[in-house]
């Protein structure tokens, strides 16, 4: 049984007041907000504290571009291939499904910032997040 029903139902039996069925039905509702998964990747360039520019992309859109790279990986020249298996980057099915385990990890994560730089000379920040 789902747990607002589950208060609920307590709440008609007279085993709980309104007050406490209240209390318990908001502490469900910020325990969902906290373990939502996140949806963007956003990207945000600041110079002297003015945002200059704004990107987000949603997390689906990255997850489409994995399993697509995974299936048109054939379509890589072998000199490129190789070159990047020197360097440890395997674009068989075996290393997009490292991939792809790397997002879900992410994503299961809940919001959180990836990079944050900041040029104190010039005044320019970079935040790439997850939210």
Known sequence: MDERLRILKMLEEGKINKEEAARLLDALGEEKEQHKKPGWLKVRVYENDKTKVKVNIPLSVIKLGIKLGGAFQF?????ARKKMEEKGIKLD??????????????TEQGPFKLVD???????EKVEVYIE
């Open 75 to 79: 379509g890589i020249p072998e000199h």
């Open 93 to 106: 099915k075996e290393g997009f499904k490292e991939i792809e385990k790397i997002y879900e990890s992410l």
């Open 117 to 123: 730089v900041e040029d104190d000379e010039s005044g």
